[in-house]
């Protein structure tokens, strides 16, 4: 039996997101010490761009010390993020105690009873028919560490355009005579089983940017290889999750207190919170102050907090008897989940109508 913990996409970055980051490798650490993981895998954008590899490898090397002195190998494959902005190349880095496995188009590593063939990130794969892999060991788990897309496990469109991953396909797992499939790129967790192996995207480690892929809790994968692949989700608690809420405005472009106690009451400390104020408005100056004053109440309460406004200005609305019943109808509607698809539909409803009432209001002046 083989154990390893796989995590990916820390995107760790200097600057004020530095000691997060740092919180969340820590944690990611001392599961892998806690689980007696024959090996930590990390598939693909630890770092979040070059520069921040270049002014944090030394620090992350120690972290990875006592790893190492307790018999758990690391392995680190680069992904998309290592190559922004590089000035030389990423196999020219001895990082000590890391496995940094950037020899393309794959390394092969043998560790902790199993076999591991890492593939850096590419714009393509299409020749791995033509690697020259060793055949498998009888008994022996294999392992493929990959930071890629899958069309099969993941079919959402790859935003980030300035850098895609290239496309593994399902049979490079059965070619390569994979057990188990690392994955790294895609941030919300998936897995599946493809060309043989169990595949599996952890999600980022930790919450990189207000994104509907970052919402929920942050993880990391307990894997048992041995007669068959066990994965087990751990949920990191130094993490946080990113958080996104939409609130009406009223008319005179204020919050409804209520909504606001909600948002305040439900987010963490560690947590990412982007609200955004909708609605049609008599005065957007007036939003832009809710909106501030909002901000500053949970700015200390989260992370990072972020409250934008998308409003429509019209006026004489206020005054007018059917806005003041319609309103009083539909928000007689309103659903109790603030994160809820039966919330958005509830919201754009309330919009659509404030702004037919507007138009009707435009003609008849």
């Not at 990390?42 to 307790?70: T, V, W, Y």
């Not at 290592?82 to 496995?101: C, H, K, M, Q, V």
């Not at 994104?211 to 007669?227: I, M, T």
Request: charged residues 25%; contains cysteine; negative net charge.
């Amino acid at each position: 039996m083989t154990k390893i913990i796989h995590a990916a996409d820390l995107h760790i970055e200097d600057g004020e997101e530095k000691g997060y980051c740092y919180a969340v490798l820590d944690e990611v650490i001392a599961l892998a010490l806690s689980e007696k993981a024959a090996a930590l895998v990390l598939a693909g954008d630890l770092f979040n761009s070059f520069g921040d590899f270049e002014a944090l490898r030394s620090e992350i090397c120690l972290k990875f010390r006592p790893l190492a002195e307790a018999g758990c190998r690391v392995i680190y494959i680069p992904g998309n993020h290592e190559a922004r902005g590089a000035t030389a190349d990423l196999s020219a880095y001895n990082l000590d105690p890391i496995s940094f496995a950037t020899a393309k188009p794959f390394s092969f590593i043998e560790a902790g009873g199993a076999e591991f063939i890492c593939i850096p990130h590419a714009e393509s794969y299409d020749g791995y028919r033509d690697w020259k892999i060793p055949p498998n060991k009888p008994g022996t788990p294999r392992i493929v560490v990959a930071h890629a897309l899958n069309s099969a496990i993941f079919t959402g469109p790859d935003e980030e355009t300035d850098s895609r991953a290239g496309i593994i396909d399902d049979d490079l797992f059965a070619h390569l005579g994979a057990d188990y499939a690392a994955l790294g790129h895609v941030h919300a967790g998936r897995q599946q089983e493809l060309g043989g192996a169990v595949a599996c995207y952890p999600g980022s480690a930790r919450v990189w940017r207000a994104h509907p892929r970052e919402a929920g809790p942050r993880r990391a994968c307990v894997v048992e290889l041995g007669a068959a692949v066990d994965v087990r989700t751990v949920e990191l608690q130094s993490a946080g999750s990113f958080k996104e809420y939409r609130l009406p405005l009223d008319l005179a472009g204020a919050v409804n207190p209520a909504a606001a106690d909600k948002i305040s009451g439900s987010v963490a400390a560690l947590d990412l919170v982007k609200v955004v104020l909708t609605g049609v408005v008599e005065d957007e100056n007036a939003a832009k102050v809710s909106a501030e004053a909002l901000r500053s109440r949970l700015k200390d309460k989260a992370r990072l907090v972020i409250v934008d406004t998308e409003t429509i200005v019209a006026a004489a609305l206020s005054e007018n008897s059917l806005t003041k019943a319609f309103l009083a109808e539909i928000d007689k509607l309103e659903p109790e989940d603030a994160q809820g698809a039966d919330y958005n539909r509830w919201l754009l409803a309330r919009q659509y109508g404030l702004e037919e009432l507007a138009s009707h209001l435009a003609e008849g002046k």
